[in-house]
């Protein structure tokens, strides 16, 4: 009787034990479903904007290329202070300084108005084309991919140490620190809150235009 009595309670702790395990697994596969979901979908809206099957290869390039978002926590905050980034599809807006003109890209916002709280990486594998100031940009660097796109990052506050035009640099390396500088000449700063400007472009007819980065930015955000 006592050994019926244990091989029952045995068998009920292994359906229970099953039961949670089956449990965590779909759990774990819903995760996984809704996320990819999440990220073909921006990956549909980011290639609408390309009209024919040349520019959606560019597109399609851009995807397989990038594989990590902008902006991380810089490690060294203190772990208390809550800092995060955000962003708003900004593109296309329209500016005033330096004359009309549309936004190019988009604004990485820091949640505290301070510089240096976020480490700018490399989106994509890439050899560093240009570097040093721009009257709009601040200290910026600009980034060659393999494939030819051009990953333009501006407003930082200082640069990776020794990092200089014609570098090899690898997706997901350290290259600046998100900062406010542009809007005048070398060194000018805080006219404008702590942000990364993040912009594209891509070659056409006549030279380089810009595309639209949102719905790239929130794919690599669900990936990170």
Not at 67 to 83: G, H, I, M
Not at 101 to 107: P, T, V
Not at 209 to 221: A, D, G, H, R, V
Request: proline share 1%; hydrophobic share 30%.
């Amino acid at each position: 009787m006592d050994k019926l009595k244990n091989r029952n309670i045995r068998f009920r702790y292994k359906k229970e034990i099953f039961a949670v395990v089956l449990c965590i697994i779909l759990c774990v596969s819903l995760h996984y479903i809704c996320t990819w979901e999440c990220v073909m979908k921006t990956e549909c809206r980011f290639m609408a904007q390309f009209e024919n099957n040349k520019s959606r290869k560019v597109a399609s390039d851009i995807i397989k290329e990038c594989s990590v978002f902008p902006a991380a926590k810089n490690e060294n905050v203190n772990r208390e202070d809550k800092v995060n980034c955000y962003y708003e599809n900004g593109y296309g807006d329209g500016r005033s300084f330096g004359g009309k003109r549309k936004h190019e890209g988009i604004d990485i916002m820091s949640s505290v108005d301070k510089k240096c709280l976020f480490k700018i990486r490399s989106v994509s594998d890439g050899t560093v084309e240009k570097k040093g100031w721009l009257k709009l940009g601040g200290y910026r660097l600009g980034i060659r991919s393999d494939s030819g796109i051009y990953y333009y990052y501006a407003h930082l506050a200082s640069y990776a140490d020794n990092i200089k035009c014609g570098d090899r640099v690898k997706a997901g390396q350290f290259i600046g620190y998100m900062g406010n500088t542009g809007y005048g000449d070398e060194g000018t700063s805080g006219k404008f809150p702590v942000h990364l400007h993040f912009g594209i472009y891509i070659k056409d007819g006549t030279g380089e235009s810009s595309i639209n980065p949102f719905y790239l930015l929130k794919k690599l955000e669900k990936c990170r």
